[in-house]
């Protein structure tokens, strides 16, 4: 069954830290693209954060650089964001998405998405 | 950054009735990698459109895209009970990639 599952989403005080696993099946791993998006009631849906196919390349929005860190092990199928500094404002369902074709990079469309976890940061 | 901007924020409609979606990019999007989703209530978005016009695997011929540059339509010819959800464009031609803010499609 092709799939994406997110896990480690909660409550965490601010400045805290987080670390959100999606574990995916159903495809090859190593040839996709994959992307962090979060989506909140106010700001909606919000592209977080990108990362190769190889692991070769990341990119991050403005709002989480410095702060969040996306990886990926091709060998267990998994991809990870770990979360640092955390502020209310990431407060958010994190989805993990699947680009869109075979080595898709950073401009992509999503055509797997995870049923996402929830991060609530708050004292 | 792209902003997209989506109308109606809210559609009413019957079942069986053609509702019309509007994604306005406020500058081209390059070579119209424009998508389009669906969501329900406590339910991840669902991919059916990309490069504006092309439909994903699996979704019924009921939806179509279209559109070039700046306006971009996503109809969906004959709304079926499950068709009521919320629609997002996601422009993908520019970095940082973004979506719009969504339309309500609601029975009316």
């Known amino acids: 069954q092709v799939q994406l599952v997110e896990s480690g989403g909660g409550v965490v005080q601010p400045g805290g830290s987080l670390r959100l696993s999606c574990a995916a099946s159903?495809?090859?791993?190593?040839?996709?693209?994959l992307h962090w998006v979060r989506q909140t009631p106010g700001k909606g849906l919000e592209g977080v954060a990108f990362?190769?196919?190889?692991?070769?390349?990341?990119s991050y929005a403005d709002s989480v650089k410095g702060r969040f860190t996306i990886s990926r092990d091709n060998s267990k199928n998994t991809l990870y964001l770990q979360m640092n500094s955390l502020r209310p404002e990431d407060t958010a369902v994190y989805y993990c998405?699947?680009?869109?074709?075979?080595?898709?990079?950073?401009?992509?469309?999503?055509?797997?998405w995870g049923q996402g976890t929830l991060v609530t940061v708050s004292s | 950054e792209i902003v997209l901007t989506q109308s109606p924020g809210t559609l009413s409609l019957s079942p069986g009735e053609r509702a019309t979606l509007s994604c306005r990019a406020s500058?081209?999007?390059?070579?119209?990698?424009l998508a389009w989703y669906q969501q329900k209530p406590g339910q991840a978005p669902r991919f059916l459109i990309y490069?504006?016009?092309r439909r994903a695997t699996g979704v019924p011929d009921r939806f179509s895209g279209s559109g070039s540059g700046t306006d971009f339509t996503l109809t969906i010819s004959r709304l079926e009970p499950e068709d009521f959800a919320v629609y997002y464009c996601?422009?993908?031609?520019?970095?940082?990639?973004?979506f719009g803010g969504g339309t309500k499609v609601e029975i009316k």
């Open positions: 996601q422009q993908y031609g520019s970095s940082p990639l973004t």
């Open positions: 159903g495809f090859t791993f190593d040839t996709y693209g």
């Open positions: 998405a699947k680009g869109f074709g075979i080595y898709s990079g950073y401009g992509s469309s999503f055509d797997l």
């Open positions: 500058q081209s999007v390059s070579a119209n990698y």
């Open positions: 990362i190769r196919h190889d692991g070769g390349s990341e």
């Open positions: 490069v504006a016009s």
